[in-house]
Nanobody, 123 residues
Framework: QVQLEESGGGLVQAGGSLRLSCAAS????????MGWFRQAPGKEREFVAA????????QYADSVKGRFTISRDNAKNTVDLQMNSLKPEDTAVYYC????????????????WGQGTQVTVSS
């Protein structure tokens, strides 16, 4: 069983930056992919970014390309999301998720989930 916990959320002005971190704990089986999703008030949960087990391949939602960077440190069992040039529309609860297979962009394709961390971007 894999337990995931996000951290690093907070309040930031538009144009600012935040770095989210996700740490795995407990009995774990390494997934092939780690990803980030987000859910804004009144909206469906949406894909943000994902990285393969080796870190050699990444995928981003069109809305965050060029602004967000996903990375992982397998030795520390963590995955980070560097968020730059934040916009008010980035405001959401951000969730870390793990998948046992290749990169997927649907939340139903992921097996392990954290509790989420709130990111609020003010204008």
């Amino acid at each position: 069983q894999v337990q995931l916990e996000e951290s690093g959320g907070g309040l930031v002005q538009a144009g600012g930056s935040l770095r989210l971190s996700c740490a795995a704990s407990g009995r774990t089986f390494s997934p092939y992919t780690m990803g980030w999703f987000r859910q804004a008030p009144g909206k469906e949960r949406e894909f943000v970014a994902a990285v393969t087990k080796s870190g050699g391949s990444t995928q981003y939602a069109d809305s965050v390309k060029g602004r967000f960077t996903i990375s992982r440190d397998n030795a520390k069992n963590t995955v980070d999301l560097q968020m730059n040039s934040l916009k008010p529309e980035d405001t959401a609860v951000y969730y870390c998720a793990g998948r046992l297979y290749a990169i997927g962009v649907l939340s139903t394709q992921y097996h392990y989930w954290g509790q989420g961390t709130q990111v609020t971007v003010s204008s």
